[in-house]
């Protein structure tokens, strides 16, 4: 290597090269491609092709998917994947064609097929995550028009979404499976599943009036993949003329250096040793994103071919470093099927840890070479590469070497020994020997695209027709700074037979050597160093079971061991939902009851449909970004803009001065600033904000202001503010009956108590505002994405000092709310409205995901405390409950969210006497607020605690328990309401008999006798859910409809989409009154200058409240338009209405609603809290694996009442949606805090909400049929919130099957399980042999990582 070549750099001088590529078929010339710029960026901001959505900027929610296809000239085949727009640097860009939604069909043009089925099959609820999912599946079908679920499955890994509980994405997309038995409508004639009818399962059940069909195959499009779009030829002849893959792009900070070989790589490394190496930009593009990093030369060897080469050696296979993880995988799948088993395992192993690794889009542009070079410890690669001894071969401009990857490879916390001017250009993985096994193994809080807690990789190598271990390595990651190898354990073993004092020692040895500071990063300390000797012994009866499947004379393996070594294998899901039927002779015109498709959801498949952030820029339009506190609790002593101030594009801080009107706000009481004012009391409080001419600019000034703080004491935890007596007022109590004497009654009294973490909302589109001043009469337009459009109006209109009339906010739709947008909204848009205000310029800010996650709040915490006393027969006669919720730095909604709990705190049990006390915490957290179900699944999840106690302490099961205690018709609840039209019992019964409980309950017990490792679990859970908001005047809703001239109807109501089907339900409800099709009634939007003083969309009760008002205003009209009706019978809708037109009739009316006879009052304990009840009963089975802590959803069957559905794809969206983020809730999310109130879990990368392959493998959803509720529009219930806690049933069951795992350590009895039931807690809870050696730290001698808030 001489270093004289003349590289890119020299070669274009000061310029920059021209960057060409094709999007959706067009051809793009970027003469000033800028390195840091992302592909999503660039779409969205430069091309306006805003279909593509940004959700999380960092890989994790699969938003941003669009298709990459590239000629590859030497194989002459063209490369189509999936990729992350979000991480895909522009640059890397040349000569690639770029797909996005908008390029395979429109509803204007043509749906693509993809497009069609999603909305068809209600995949799509708020449709922020539709485009991305459609791009998954389409980049899926180009390469493979005939999928197999698995691939389907496989395909949607790297896509999250927050609505639909995915199983209709599923059932939508099954079609074009080979399961599907989808044909693409060519059998048409000859039982074509389209032809046929539901593409959805059928029912076991023939009852005639009950439907299970959602959707109709038969109106798909058929599939033909000759028709799809072509890859541009210009591109291709390009790609065959292009003589030099060397390019060179200059940004403001950063140059792009593409070098197209070898010597021109190394050259350029030993010219810039600094110079970051980037190929899939997975890492580097979070460090830039994210840990502000600055590469000022970038190189990226992607097109070098030593660099990409695949290689077989005699000893194993080698892979150019920059090989993606895809491929890699490919090549490996095919050795394992032309090798003899024995010289594959470790390719088995690597395959093992790649499908759990990422999502596709990353693998499909991950390098392996970034895996290694990354050197982070939790890499699930190499401790794959450290045990199996694979090879590195590193160049320098002056030669290379080869290192084997050992102990000695990683140095330090993401370092290793490659020098700064070396490269790594290839690794050669072995193949396996006659006699070692190898095994890998990652446990992360989630299956799917989720980073490891701990991982491993262990290899052993026996003396030929022994069980003596000749050679064993055991690397693990997760354990320390690096990958790190457990050699004095391995040590010890060499030489010994593989037997159950082998295990022994190793468990004891592993225990000592792998050890953990107990404020370790990171956490789960006990968890971590079980899972060592839990995976250990995995990997023990792994190979033992392998030594005896070859002959070899070893122990044998237990049967009730053998599923300990099972790897988990997803098997696909199936499902069942069942509904009643719209009676028959009803006309087809009447589309009440009827599955009818969300009405944007074909706009949100193609990205057609626009949400606030898609709103065009105006020509004048700035950015803003926040400066939030990173205190906890502090004076603040100084902020300086200087250096901010004097960067690029920056226009202007904002702080508190610059607010004309009032600076306090808060939805119920003033108690909130909106920019701080000298204090801060909690990490992400809002303190100013900057602006600037791009998003860019404003962030990067916003991070260089500097804030001087004087710390105080902050309270985080709800303990600590028991402690401190850090209490918000009032205390509510809520009691009936007799306490004493309950108690003296009863025969049995226990207490308990269990905490139960917050929920982060991720709506996947995080808080948006655009502000745009009108000019005069200090009038403003604001483009919010809010559940509440009257409360940012008058928030908005405090802080500039105007009367709420000269403030417009209009909601079109939002990508997801869930609660988080109630109130929390107006944190952001009081902000980005003074800002406007001060620069009399249109301001937008759209929340990046970590500043969404740490300024907004979201479910409170609980902690609850319970005294109940009961009788043998387990009947509960007395209940005393103390909940405390951590409510944050303001009060916002905690005292009604407590009031709810409060309401619930006896789920479905009949309790004589009770008293329930509810304290609300004042922390140093950001306020927390509304949530899907408002503290009602935090007051049930005690009760259910509570009535699982009573089971374990008698002995009983649970069931019969809860049965046992059930409310009957006619029953009061403590606070005094009658139970009428109460049919919980029926759905208990149902769901008893559609799940088979008792029939399962027998399995369940059996597989347990039969199984010590995994355990199965059973629990069934009732809810009763109150409806109307706890807060009176907010039972009222307003509407107002329009009929023009040409018989068209604009309709207008108070409740805003989010993704549930309002705006489609309000359609229905119109539809009906006034008796024409829905095609001629549209909802553009909600607005606060049409329909006035509207409650936020919540408290599932807008379909309710906003249906009576355009019932009421429907009626209106229709009354109105009678006359002509009886004039003309014969007429059309557009007769009647020209006629009245002309007879100068009002065609416009405003309807209005409000609920009768509702106001309780706490004081006095009586008047009616709720409306009328939804009901609903869940059954679910799980598995546990108790050596990891993970668990599988076998199955979950629910049965809910929703009174006569208005839509039954809609309301079971709803239940599916709901009962999936219940899910979450109770099994998976986890918010991590520090002591100092930190929040450390700030994007899906490390906040996991449940994906694809988290829903149960069987799911039932039933309505229950014959069930009119006399209280709500059309005797229809509200669905939204109430469906959510009956995942508690899966909470349930995981503490049913670690009751099991319990018992064979000999313990019994109730025992505290807090929510959720991560891994960490299962494992942990399953005490046994691997436990007991790794006790945890004595609690107050060290300062943990996170703490329970
Ligand atoms: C959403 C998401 C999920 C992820 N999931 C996982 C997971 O499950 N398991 C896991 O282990 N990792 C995971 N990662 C991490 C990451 O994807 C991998 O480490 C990946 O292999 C990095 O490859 P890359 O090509 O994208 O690296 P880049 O970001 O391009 O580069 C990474 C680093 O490697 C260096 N480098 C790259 N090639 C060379 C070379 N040839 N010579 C010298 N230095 C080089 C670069 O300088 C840089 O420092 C995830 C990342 C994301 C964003
Ligand atoms: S926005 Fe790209 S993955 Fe989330
Ligand atoms: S529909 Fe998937 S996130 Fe809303």
């Given amino acids: ?85 979000c991480l895909a640097p522009l640059c890397s860009l040349h000569l690639v064609a770029v797909t996005t939604v908008e390029g395979i069909g429109s509803v204007a043009r043509k749906l693509h097929p993809v497009q069609e089925r999603i909305a068809r099959a209600h995949g799509s609820q708020c449709g922020f995550c539709t485009p991305g999912i459609v791009m998954s599946m389409y980049a899926l079908l180009r390469n493979n028009p005939t999928p197999k679920m698995a691939d389907v499955e496989e395909a949607f890994q790297g896509n999250l979404c927050r609505c639909t509980g995915y199983r209709p994405i599923l059932e939508g997309y099954k079609t074009f499976t080979v399961e599907g038995g989808c044909c693409g409508g060519r059998g048409r004639d000859n039982g074509c599943c389209m032809a046929n009818g539901s593409g959805a399962e059928e029912s076991s059940e023939e009852v005639v009036d009950e439907s299970t069909s959602l959707f109709n195959a038969a109106d798909f499009t058929p599939f033909d993949p000759t028709q799809e779009i072509i890859f541009p030829p210009e591109l291709m002849s390009l790609t065959n003329c292009e003589t030099s893959a060397s390019l060179c792009f200059r940004g403001d900070r950063a140059t792009w250096l593409q070098p197209d070989s070898l010597d021109e790589f190394l050259h350029l490394k030993w010219k810039h040793p600094d110079a970051r190496v980037v190929v899939g930009n997975t890492e580097v593009g979070i460090e830039v994103k994210f840990k502000n990093m600055v590469y000022p030369v970038i190189l990226a060897p992607a097109f070098i071919p030593e660099l990409n080469e695949v290689r077989h050696t005699e000893d194993g296979v080698v892979f150019g470093a920059a090989c993606t993880l895809s491929h890699m995988g490919a090549v490996l799948r095919q050795e394992v099927e032309t090798l003899p088993p024995h010289r594959t395992e470790v390719f088995l192993a690597i395959l093992e840890q790649l499908r759990w690794f990422a999502g596709l889009q990353i693998r499909n542009v991950a390098a392996i070479g970034g895996n290694i070079m990354t050197a982070s410890p939790i890499s699930d690669l190499n401790p794959v590469f450290m045990a199996t001894g694979c090879k590195l071969t590193l160049f320098d401009k002056d030669g290379s070497r080869v290192v084997q990857m050992d102990d000695s490879f990683f140095t330090g916390y993401r370092r290793t020994t490659v020098r700064p001017q070396e490269v790594l250009v290839s690794i050669e993985i072995p193949y396996s020997k006659k006699t070692q ?198 004076h603040i002593l100084s902020i300086d803009t200087s250096v901010a101030e004097s960067m690029p594009g920056v226009v202007c801080c904002v702080f508190a001065d610059d607010i004309p009107g009032s600076n306090a706000t808060g939805p119920v009481q003033y108690d909130e600033t909106i920019l701080a004012d000298r204090q801060v009391t909690c ?103 809010t559940q509440s459009a009257s409360k940012t109006q008058s928030l908005v209109a405090k802080a500039l000092g105007v009367p709420a009339n000269r403030v417009v906010v209009r909601v079109k739709r939002m990508g997801g709310g869930f609660g988080g947008k ?128 009573v089971a374990q302490s008698l002995g009983r099961p649970a069931d019969e328990v809860r049965r046992l205690n059930l409310y009957v018709e006619g029953e009061s609840t403590p606070y005094n309401q009658i139970l009428n039209q109460f049919t919980l019992d029926r759905c208990w019964d149902e769901c008893l008999s559609r799940s088979g409980y008792q029939q399962r309950r027998a399995v369940v017990d059996l597989y347990n006798r039969q199984n010590r490792w995994t355990k199965r679990g059973l629990a069934i859970v009732p809810t009763k859910f109150g409806i109307s908001f706890t807060a009176l005047f907010l039972n009222q809703a307003g509407a107002l409809v329009h009929i023009y001239t040409d018989g068209s109807v604009l309709l207008t109501h108070g409740g805003t989409e989010m993704g549930q089907g309002l705006h489609t339900k309000m359609v229905q409800v119109a539809s009906r009154v006034l008796g024409i099709p829905c095609s001629k009634i549209h909802i553009s939007e909600t607005s606060t200058n049409t329909v006035p003083n509207t409650s936020p969309t919540a408290a599932s009760a807008s379909s309710d409240l906003n249906g009576a008002a355009v019932q009421n205003a429907c009626e209106i009209l229709e009354k109105r338009l009678e006359p002509y009706k009886t004039q003309n019978p014969k007429g059309s809708w557009e007769d009647w209405v020209r006629a009245a037109y002309f007879d100068r009739v009002n065609l416009s009316a405003n309807g209005f609603y409000k609920t009768p006879d509702l106001g309780y009052d706490f004081d006095s304990n009586s008047g009616r809290a709720f409306n009328y009840f939804t009901y609903g009963v869940a059954c679910s089975e799980v598995e546990i694996d108790c050596l990891t802590g993970a668990h599988k959803n076998l199955s979950s069957t629910i049965v809910m009442d929703v009174g006569h559905s208005l839509n039954p794809a809609i309301d079971i969206g709803q239940v599916e949606g709901a009962f999936i983020q219940g899910l979450g809730l109770f099994t998976m999310e986890e918010l991590h805090y520090s002591p100092q109130g930190v929040l450390l879990t700030r994007g899906p990368g490390s906040y996991k909400i449940p994906a694809f392959g988290d829903i149960p493998t069987r799911l039932t959803v039933s309505l229950l049929r014959d069930a009119p509720n006399d209280k709500a529009i ?69 300062s943990p990582w996170s703490v329970q808030v």
């Avoid at 703080?709 to 007596?725: D, G, K």
């Avoid at 207490?751 to 009038?779: C, I, K, S, W």
């Avoid at 009031?899 to 329930?916: D, K, W």
């Fill in 683 to 785: 990490v992400g409080h809002i303190i100013g904000a900057v602006v600037a001419d791009t998003q860019l600019h404003a962030q990067r000034a916003a991070k260089a202001v500097r804030i001087q703080y004087e710390e105080l004491q902050p309270v985080v935890t709800i303990q600590e503010a028991i402690a401190a007596q850090s209490f918000y007022q009032p205390i509510r109590t809520l009691q009936n009956g007799d306490l004493e004497a309950g108690f003296k009654q009863a025969d049995h009294i226990l207490e308990g108590e269990m905490h139960m973490g917050g929920q982060e909302h991720f709506y996947l589109e995080t808080n948006v505002t655009l502000a745009v001043p009108r000019g005069e009469d200090g009038e403003m337009e604001l483009f919010v994405s």
């Fill in 822 to 949: 109630e109130t929390r909204t107006t944190v952001l848009s009081t902000v980005v409205a003074v800002a406007a205000n001060k620069l009399k310029r249109p301001v937008r800010c759209m929340l990046d995901r970590d500043e969404d996650m740490l300024v907004t709040g979201g479910r409170h915490p609980f902690y609850g405390k319970y005294k109940v006393g009961f009788l043998n027969s387990g009947k509960v006669v007395a209940l005393d409950v103390l909940y405390y919720s951590n409510a944050g730095n303001s009060m916002d909604l905690s005292l009604s969210v407590m009031e709810r709990a409060l309401f619930h705190m006896e789920n479905s049990y009949s309790v004589a006497n009770v008293r329930g006390r509810g304290f609300l915490c004042r922390t140093n957290l950001p306020s927390n607020t509304a949530f899907r179900g408002f503290g009602g699944p935090q007051g049930m999840m005690v009760a259910e605690s509570w009535i699982t106690d």
């Fill in 437 to 634: 096994f190898v095994f890998a193994f990652k446990q992360s809080p989630r299956r799917e695209d989720d980073i490891s807690i701990v991982t491993t990789a262990m290899s052993v190598t026996f003396n030929p027709g022994t069980d003596v271990v000749e050679d064993l390595k055991l690397s693990y990651g997760g354990m320390a700074a690096t990958t790190t190898m457990a050699t004095e354990t391995a040590k010890k073993l060499l030489g010994r037979r593989w037997g159950e004092e082998l295990l022994q020692d190793a468990c004891s040895s592993l225990a000592e050597e792998m050890t953990l500071d107990p404020s370790v990063p990171g956490g789960m300390v006990t968890y971590r160093r079980t899972l060592t000797l839990s995976l250990f012994y995995k990997f023990y009866l792994t190979v033992l079971q392998k030594l005896r499947d070859q002959g070899v004379k070893a122990e044998e393996v237990q049967s009730d061991c053998q599923s300990a070594a099972d790897l988990f294998h997803p098997e696909t899901p199936s499902s069942v939902q069942v509904y009643q039927a719209v009676p028959e002779g009803r006309g087809q015109d009447d589309v009440v009851g009827r599955p009818m498709m969300h009405l944007s959801a074909l706009k949100q498949a193609t990205g057609e449909a626009v949400y606030c952030d898609d709103v065009p820029l105006y020509e004048n339009e700035l950015y803003l970004s926040l400066i939030t506190s990173s205190r906890a609790h502090a």
């Fill in 1274 to 1342: 059309f005797s229809s219930k509200a669905v939204g919130e109430p469906p959510l806690f009956l995942a508690a049933a899966n909470f349930y069951a995981i503490k049913d099957a670690i009751t099991a795992a319990r018992g064979e350590s000999g313990i019994s009895g109730p025992f505290r399980l807090d929510s959720p039931a991560s891994t960490e807690r299962i494992r942990n809870a399953c005490s046994d042999r691997f436990t007991k050696l790794c006790p945890p730290a004595e609690p107050g001698t060290f």
């Fill in 1 to 85: 290597m001489n270093g004289t070549t003349a590289d890119t750099e020299t070669r274009s001088g000061s310029g920059s090269d021209e960057l060409v590529f094709f999007v959706n078929g067009k051809k793009i010339v970027e003469r000033n491609a800028d390195p840091e710029t992302t592909l999503l960026t660039y779409l969205r901001r430069k091309l306006g092709l805003t279909g593509t959505k940004l959700g999380c900027a960092e890989g994790g929610c699969g938003a941003c998917t669009v298709m990459l296809s590239r000629y590859q000239t030497h194989t002459q085949q063209l490369l189509h994947y999936a990729v992350n727009a």
